[in-house]
Nanobody, 128 residues
């Protein structure tokens, strides 16, 4: 099992940057053995994929809407996942969730319902 805690959200103007962190507490399996990723959800919308690493097929994998603006990284020595967000746009506003899973297949990495473990989320608001 794994517990995930996100931090780093906030209010930023369009064009600005934020860095999100997700710290994991694992029991049994090491953090490095998990696929990990970020999703986001805007009010009234479904949870959508942002970026991820797959445990055996590497990555990173990005949604087309954030590629070249966001960078996902992980530090397995600190059990922490990061999301560096640059050139933020109002459309990036939403609650950002960290996710983890050990059994995820690569073809499901962009599907939120395929991930088993979730953090509580952190709010990101981008003003125009």
């Amino acid at each position: 099992q794994v517990q995930l805690v996100e931090s780093g959200g906030g209010l930023v103007q369009a064009g600005g940057s934020l860095r999100l962190s997700c710290t994991a507490s694992t029991s049994g399996s090491a953090f490095r053995s998990y696929s990990v990723g970020w999703f986001r959800q805007a009010p009234g919308n479904e949870r959508e994929f942002v970026a991820a690493f797959h445990r055996s097929n590497g990555g990173p994998y990005y949604s087309s809407s954030v590629k070249n603006r966001f960078t996902i990284s992980r530090d397995n020595t600190k059990n922490t996942l990061y999301l560096q967000m640059n050139s933020l746009e109002p459309e990036d506003t939403g609650v950002y969730y960290c996710a983890a899973d050990r059994g995820l297949i690569l073809s499901s990495v962009r599907t939120s319902t395929s991930w088993n473990y979730w953090g509580q989320g952190t709010q990101v608001t981008v003003s125009s």
